[in-house]
Every structure is written in C-alpha cells, then in structure tokens.
C-alpha cells in the first residue's frame, strides 16, 4: 500500500543481488513507499545476520521467516491509515506476540538508522513533509550509564544560567560509586548554594557523589551560574525594520516571478517594534526574494541571526535562505545551528530538487542563527527567498513567512561538558557541549536625540588608507569624533565643533588592522554612530 514498489524477487523470497543493494543503498527512488521499503529489507537482512537465512520457508528458525511474520503480522496490528511509526510501533508489538519481545532493540537499531528513533513524530499520516526524524534507539537498548546536559540557551550578559543534569543506569545491574562532573566555562561562576544537592568545587571542575544506582534509576540535579556582565556578543549589524520603507538601504525586494505578491513591510504583526518583513503566501505560483546589501564577514564567531514566523502548507509552500559571495550567484544557506530548517520543498514548487525550508506552522516568533565562519574575509549578501504552489494557501492567520530585528553579529557562546563515572564502569561516559548564547546590545544609529539631529557620512567605504567623515548638526556644539573596535576600544579620535554647515575630518587607517569598526560621533545632545569597514 501507500505506493511501495513491487521489488522483483524470486519466488523463495529471495531477491537478487543487484535488488538488494540497490534497495539498500542512499540513491532510492523519490517517494514514500521506497523509504518504508528501505527500513524493511534493512530489518530483513538484520534478522538474516542473525539467524540466517533459508530458502525452505517451513523453517522458523530461519532470520528470512521471522522478519517477514514480524511484518506481516504488524500490518494486521497497525490500524487504519498508518503513518511510519504506527508501522514501527506494530513490529514491535508484532515481535512482543510472536516472540515476547526478543528482538525488541534489534528492531530499534533498525529504525533509528533510518531516522525513525525513540523520539521520532510521524506527524500526519496523510502527509509526508510534517515529521521529526530521530536517530536514537531505545534507551533502555543502550545499556550505560548516560548523563544528559542543558543549560539555559539564551542570556543577557550578567544574567543567571540554569544547569539541569540528568544521570540514568541503563547498565542491568547496580553501579557502584558514581560520580557526575561538569565543567564551569572562564566567564560563568558557579552561585554557592544553588545546586539541588552537595556539590563539590575544585577549581572549574563541579561534582556530585551520587553513590550506587539500580538498574533504571535516574538522579536529576540542577545548579545555577552567574554569566560576566562585561562579556556579551558584539552587534555588527541590526535592522529592527522600525525606520524602514520598502526600499531602504539594506534590504532590497526583488521579484523572481511575474507574481506581484512582494515582500513589504507590515505592522499587523512584529517580534519588536510594530514593524516586520511579510510576504504572504498565496495559491499562485510565486517565488519572492528579500535580499540584503553585501557586507564583509568579521570577528571571531560572525554570525547570522533573526526572528521569525511562518504559516504555509507544508513542504509544498515554504521559505529558505540563500547566500551569494563575492558576487557569485546566489546558493541555498545551510548553516544554521540553532532553530534552523524544518522541512523540505516539494520538488514540484520550484523544480529544483533537496531544498531545505521553513515550512508548515510555526505560530510564535523563533530566533534562527547561522554560523558565518566560513566566510571570514569575503563579502556576502543574504536572501530571503520565499516560494509557493498553485494549491490553496494555508489557513489561519498570517499565511506565508514574517522576518524581524535581523542582526549580523560576533556570537559570544559558552560551551561546557559533564561526565559520569562509577567504579564497576570501564569508561566515563560524557554528553555534547552544551551551549549558552549570550546576547548582544544592538547598535543604535542615534541615541538620546531626533533621529535628523545629526548629519553623518563616511567614504570611502571600506577604506584602507584614508576615510574621510563629514558631520553637521541641527545647532552648533563642540563634540568628539573617534573610531573604536567593535568592543569598544579607541583607535582615533578628534575634536569638532558642529553646526548646520558640514564639517569633514580625515582620518589615517593605514595602519589599522581589517575588519568591521564603529565611527561615533558625540556631544552633549547625544551620538550617532556609523559602521566603517577596514580592507
């Protein structure tokens, strides 16, 4: 059902060599039906490995017969209308009848293999674009004793970060003298007292004596850090969309269809402010381009971040990003390492296949980041592009794909691991890194006056030996004008009295190192500040 194939086989069952690995090799023909076949024949020859395999089908000993009773008999278990994991779910219930259970992780190896792991969702079984795949097989398959890690994922600098930490023994039998351990990061200081048990400090290293644990017992711990309120990330650039008309300096609309469904700025709805970018989804073809100005990638972390919504149907309507550099043709962007793509294009939308997009509902604002690393030194330009089919638009409110407060910045992360151990335990077992964002303090082009108080340019840039900075203001006044680096620190600096007329200062950057700078200009009435690029 569901469009699988007819494989050709003999009739012993067995199928011939080149079925097989065509079957399970990557290149399986586009459709549902060819990935559920996949998942199969990977049980069936998971159980030939074990078993063996005969052609006498009377022998039920034999890994062919039970891989095939196990299939035969979940697809009388699983219902009406089923999805992948109503399949998965019916062999393994097929398996606890036929065999109580004996096969129960072989079975989980198989499906997380394939994506369809403990913590899979199939989502609808009436569509094909709205899972969530997973690679973990069953916990209680994986006999260790595990340690999981989160911490806070995003702060202001000199806020709290919250530690929980979760030990489970999956090892079947009592282990003996555990002890977990985290790693305090340079730049988060543990707050004494905080943890839910005794805690032991020595230098950055914290532990937790949690002495035997029986056979599925599972220890959570929580602790608390102060992160330095002088560490933050450095905003490079950010548009909040509140000063921004259709056409303004940064971002570009461009059609790349005859639809005239456009992005444009809103205000029915915004993550900040009362303005964001908008472009709806409609049940026209369309394909729309919001596009950025080039920039230089610098800093030790740059990264790409923005707040998003969408509302479209799913896989067949959706939003991605792509990234042109140096003036090469644009490219998709698959960067993103936080909160990143959530679906793939239908090949029919936009017939151009594997597209990673934002697609189906996300209904409340989401910060997405990318890492910017690989293009340190290049200067890229970003895009928006959002594409629809001829179907109905989705329902609800809002169809179609919402961008606000976009921000190029220099991410300052703090990354840590924890460990466990116990005495009868050969090896620690350790998690990933878990990270904690810290946030940045965007730049505010004007402070503290009318947003035309000031009068301000800078040319050329990017500059490599001289730039010139022309300055006026609505009255006249003494002030200072200077170059600093993006985390505050003066390079140059000269003194100016403004008035309505424009007053230029020329400035030596030869001898200044590349990278992304901030021109401020200040007096008592406020300051204004200017981004000046280095070559």
Not at 167 to 188: C, F, K, R, Y
Request: proline content about 3%; aromatic content about 12%; overall charge negative.
């Amino acid at each position: 059902g569901n469009g699988i194939r007819n494989y050709p086989y003999s009739t012993d069952m067995s199928i011939n060599p080149t079925t097989y690995d065509y079957i399970k090799g990557i290149n399986i023909p586009h459709g549902v039906g060819e990935v559920w076949c996949q998942m199969i024949w990977d049980m069936y020859w998971a159980f030939v490995d074990v078993y063996g395999w005969d052609a006498d089908w009377t022998n039920t000993e034999s890994g062919n017969y039970k891989a095939v009773l196990l299939v035969m008999d979940g697809m009388k278990m699983q219902g009406c209308n089923p999805g992948f994991v109503d399949g998965r779910d019916a062999i393994l219930s097929a398996d606890r009848a036929n065999f109580n259970g004996d096969h129960q992780c072989l079975i989980w190896e198989v499906f997380a293999r394939r994506g369809l792991g403990a913590f899979a969702d199939q989502g609808s079984s009436n569509s094909a674009g709205d899972g969530t795949e997973n690679f973990e097989s069953e916990p209680t398959c994986i006999e260790e004793l595990k340690i999981k890690k989160t911490m806070t994922r995003f702060v202001e600098a000199g806020d709290e970060v919250e530690v929980t930490l979760t030990i489970t023994n999956h090892i079947p039998q009592v282990t003996t003298g555990v002890v977990a351990s985290d790693e305090i990061p340079s730049g988060l200081t543990y707050i004494d007292g905080s943890a839910s048990m005794t805690a032991n400090l020595t230098g950055d290293m914290l532990s937790f004596d949690l002495g035997d644990m029986e056979y599925e017992d599972e220890i959570t711990i929580t602790y608390r850090m102060l992160s330095d309120a002088d560490q933050k990330s450095t905003s490079i650039e950010f548009y909040d969309m509140e000063n921004l008309g259709n056409a303004n300096d940064f971002f570009t609309r461009e059609p790349l269809t005859t639809s005239t469904n456009f992005w444009n700025i809103v205000t029915s709805d915004a993550y900040s402010g009362s303005n964001s970018w908008y472009v709806e989804s409609i049940d026209t073809d369309g394909d729309q381009a919001l596009k950025t100005n080039e920039f230089i990638v610098s800093g030790t972390r740059p990264t790409v971040k923005f707040f998003h919504k969408w509302n479209t149907n799913a896989s067949s309507d959706g939003g991605f990003v792509e990234i042109s550099v140096d003036g090469a043709p644009y490219e998709l962007y698959n960067n993103f390492f936080e909160n990143g793509y959530d679906g793939a294009l239908a090949y029919g939308t936009l017939a151009i296949p594997n597209i990673n997009i934002f697609t189906g509902l996300q209904a409340e604002w989401v910060p997405t980041f990318g890492d910017l690393s690989p293009y340190i030194g290049q200067s890229v330009s970003l895009r928006f592009r959002f594409a629809t089919d001829d179907a109905d638009s989705a329902a609800g409110a809002l169809p179609g794909w919402a961008m606000d407060d976009f921000e190029i910045l220099d991410l300052l992360t703090y990354e840590s691991i924890a460990c466990v151990s116990g005495t009868n335990v050969a090896d620690d077992s350790c998690t990933d890194a878990a990270t904690v964002f810290i946030n940045s303090e965007p730049v505010s082009a004007v402070v503290d006056v009318d947003v035309d108080h000031f009068g301000l340019s800078i040319y050329p840039n990017p500059a490599s030996q001289q730039v010139s900075v022309a300055i006026s203001s609505k009255i006249s006044e003494d002030g200072t004008a200077g170059i600093f680096t993006m985390d505050g620190k003066l390079i140059a600096q000269q003194s100016v009295s403004l008035n309505e007329n424009r007053q230029q200062l020329v400035f030596d950057v030869s001898n200044v190192a590349t990278g992304i700078y901030l021109v401020k200009v200040e007096t008592n009435s406020g300051a204004i500040t200017e981004k000046l690029v280095i070559k």
